[in-house]
T-cell receptor, first 114, second 113 residues
Framework: DAGITQSPRYKITETGRQVTLMCHQT?????MFWYRQDLGHGLRLIYY???????DKGEVPDGYVVSRSKTENFPLTLESATRSQTSVYFC?????????????FGSGTRLTVV | KNQVEQSPQSLIILEGKNCTLQ??????????LRWYKQDTGRGPVSLTI?????NTKSNGRYTATLDADTKQSSLHITASQLSDSASYIC????????????FGTGTRLQVFP
């Protein structure tokens, strides 16, 4: 089924470990985004990408690394996980025409850092 | 500071009733406002998108209104169904960089039979 998929759905990791969250979309959307969602906060942008090999920081990029070697994939890596990175992470994408089309979100990855 | 505030934080209604959710924003300059529905354990799903020149947009039983002068928006749900139980999130983008969306914290709606 076409769409945007995230994996894994749930992940528990230890403090200091490196962990990578995967995001894959099948629409060939130019733009892709990573957000985190925490209680008491609206979704906050971590990183985004306008095209393959083009990435930029969002509101809360510290402690995260992204890459985009292919248009359809946008992995998010926590280089050394901390408890404050316990959150639900959402990947999203959109086509070039942002005024007409909404952002499409994946189902999320719930990450727990212990 | 650009902000989006939603009210109420949570709401309980009976199936078949109508309800209205509120969104106030301070984002300026303003480009568009979106309402999303987020089911528990799922990602947000777009309901409506309105630019500053639009003052109403419908999607089935969902009707969004926008007053760009007072910087207020509302989402009206008609004849609620159990499946409407979800969080509803108001999202605003500014004209300078519309990819840096500003999200409200959402209204948690529960519809009971």
């Amino acid at each position: 089924d076409a769409g945007i998929t995230q994996s894994p759905r749930y992940k528990i990791t230890e403090t200091g470990r490196q962990v990578t969250l995967m995001c894959h979309q099948t629409w060939s959307h130019s733009y892709m985004f990573w957000y985190r969602q925490d209680l008491g906060h609206g979704l906050r942008l971590i990183y985004y990408s306008a095209a393959a090999d083009i990435t930029d920081k969002g509101e809360v990029p510290d402690g995260y690394v992204v890459s985009r070697s292919k248009t359809e994939n946008f992995p998010l890596t926590l280089e050394s996980a901390t408890r404050s990175q316990t959150s639900v992470y959402f990947c999203a994408s959109r086509p070039l025409d942002r005024a007409t089309y909404g952002y499409t979100f994946g189902s999320g990855t719930r990450l727990t850092v212990v | 500071k650009n902000q989006v505030e939603q009210s109420p934080q949570s709401l309980i209604i009976l199936e078949g009733k109508n309800c209205t959710l509120q969104c106030n924003y301070t984002v300026s300059p303003f480009s568009n406002l979106r309402w999303y529905k987020q089911d528990t354990g799922r990602g947000p799903v777009s309901l409506t998108i309105m630019t500053f020149s639009e003052n109403t947009k419908s999607n089935g039983r969902y009707t969004a209104t926008l007053d760009a002068d007072t910087k207020q928006s509302s989402l009206h749900i008609t004849a609620s169904q159990l499946s409407d139980s979800a969080s509803y999130i108001c999202v605003v983008s500014g004209r300078d960089n519309t990819d840096k969306l500003i999200f409200g914290t959402g209204t948690r709606l529960q519809v009971f039979p």
